[in-house]
Every structure is written in structure tokens, then in C-alpha cells.
């Protein structure tokens, strides 16, 4: 078990620029979350999936930001445009049993100059 | 609005002594409750959890208390390890069956040093 794979690791883009990134859940869990951590509000969830339906997209900050997860094995979460307060360190995290805790991804950190 | 705090940023504690950490919350719909340790660079890991209807959850050298009426929880962490040195982040979940169950809301963190 590979565990949760995220991509890029880290990710530096000029204001404006368009940033993708990357999630691969464990196979068999069918909750995937993205999270966002910086410094002034600590983690904080930006929206997870079901099934690959999204079910609580609250945490999206900004029209700016979208979601997808087209299949079970794949999720993308889009900046764009970057702005330089985006910079923070993305996690994804899934489970089979939520609320039981996840398992969460190495982060990729965003960093919009 | 935060509804799970953790009030200290950070602790520092001497190599074989107890560390205790705090965790309150506000939220009543609050069912479940965890506890994840994070190293620069990596992301949290889970650690230890425990149901609201229990008051203590041990696992080797760590230990969560829950107190329900003052929403509140703790860790201990005994002996400390120089290798405990690490982020801690209190999690909540609501109760299975309710709204946006499958969520987990994290406090700030709290960074722990044990010294050699």
C-alpha cells in the first residue's frame, strides 16, 4: 500500500498563473478530502468527496478554487488564477471509515510569488 | 468561529518527564475525537482517538482523556521522547448519521519539544 500520493511536492508559480494539483487516494477508500495548512488558520478543510460526488465544498475560499475527482483513483484541486495568499501546504487525506480518522498525503507546498 | 481550540502553541518538556496536551472544542454534535502527530514536511499522521463514550483511551505510552461536560481532551504522552518532538493537532468528528459526518475539524496545533 502506497498510501496517498500527492503531486507536485512543491509547486512555485508567478500571481496569475494557473496551479493544479494532484491526488491519489488508497485504493478502496471512497472519502477523499483536500485540506490547506498555513500558518495563521492552522488545517483547514477546503471540501471532500463521496463516492466522487462532492458532498461539502464550504471550505473552497474563492470561486478561484475548484475540485474535482473524476474516478475513484484521481482527484485535482485548481488555482486560477494564483494569488501570492494561496501559498500553504495542500493536503489530500482518505478513508473507508469516516470519521475515524484518515490517512493523509505528504502535501504539495504552493508557493505564488 | 473554532470549535476546536488548542490554546497552547507550543510545549517543551525534558526527555523522560510527562507532556500533556490540551484540546477544547465548542460544538455539542462532536462524537468522535483524535489526536495526529505531524513532522516538518510530512503529513499528520493518526495517533490515538477516542469515542465520546469513553473518558480515556490508552495505547502505550499515550493516553487521551475526554471530559464531555467541560468539552474538553487531553494527551499524555509518558515517558517523552526526544523523537515525540513533533506538531500534535486535536481533531472532531460528528456523530455517525448527522451533517457532514466524514469531517473532521483540526485545531491549530501544538509544536512539542522534549529535550535530551
Known amino acids: 500500500d502506497a498510501g496517498v500520493i500527492q503531486s507536485p511536492r512543491h509547486e512555485v508559480t508567478e500571481m496569475g498563473q494557473e496551479v493544479t494539483l494532484r491526488c491519489k487516494p488508497i485504493s478502496g477508500h471512497d472519502y477523499l478530502f483536500w485540506y490547506r495548512q498555513t500558518m495563521m488558520r492552522g488545517l483547514e478543510l477546503l471540501i471532500y468527496f463521496n463516492n466522487n460526488v462532492p458532498i461539502d465544498d464550504s471550505g473552497m475560499p474563492e470561486d478561484r478554487f475548484s475540485a474535482k475527482m473524476p474516478n475513484a483513483s484521481f482527484s485535482t484541486l485548481k488555482i486560477q488564477p494564483s494569488e501570492p495568499r494561496d501559498s500553504a501546504v495542500y493536503f489530500c487525506a482518505s478513508t473507508g471509515q469516516p470519521g475515524y480518522g484518515y490517512t493523509f498525503g505528504s502535501g504539495t507546498r504552493l508557493t505564488v510569488v | ?116
Open chain 2, 1 to 116: 468561529d473554532q470549535q476546536v481550540k488548542q490554546n497552547s502553541p507550543s510545549l517543551s518538556v525534558q526527555e523522560g518527564r510527562i507532556s500533556i496536551l490540551n484540546c477544547d472544542y465548542t460544538n455539542s454534535m462532536f462524537d468522535y475525537f483524535l489526536w495526529y502527530k505531524k513532522y516538518p514536511a510530512e503529513g499528520p499522521t493518526f495517533l490515538i482517538s477516542i469515542s465520546s463514550i469513553k473518558d480515556k483511551n490508552e495505547d502505550g505510552r499515550f493516553t487521551v482523556f475526554l471530559n464531555k461536560s467541560a468539552k474538553h481532551l487531553s494527551l499524555h504522552i509518558v515517558p517523552s521522547q526526544p523523537g515525540d518532538s513533533a506538531v500534535y493537532f486535536c481533531a472532531a468528528s460528528p456523530y455517525a448519521g448527522g451533517t457532514s459526518y466524514g469531517k473532521l475539524t483540526f485545531g491549530q496545533g501544538t509544536i512539542l519539544t522534549v529535550h535530551p
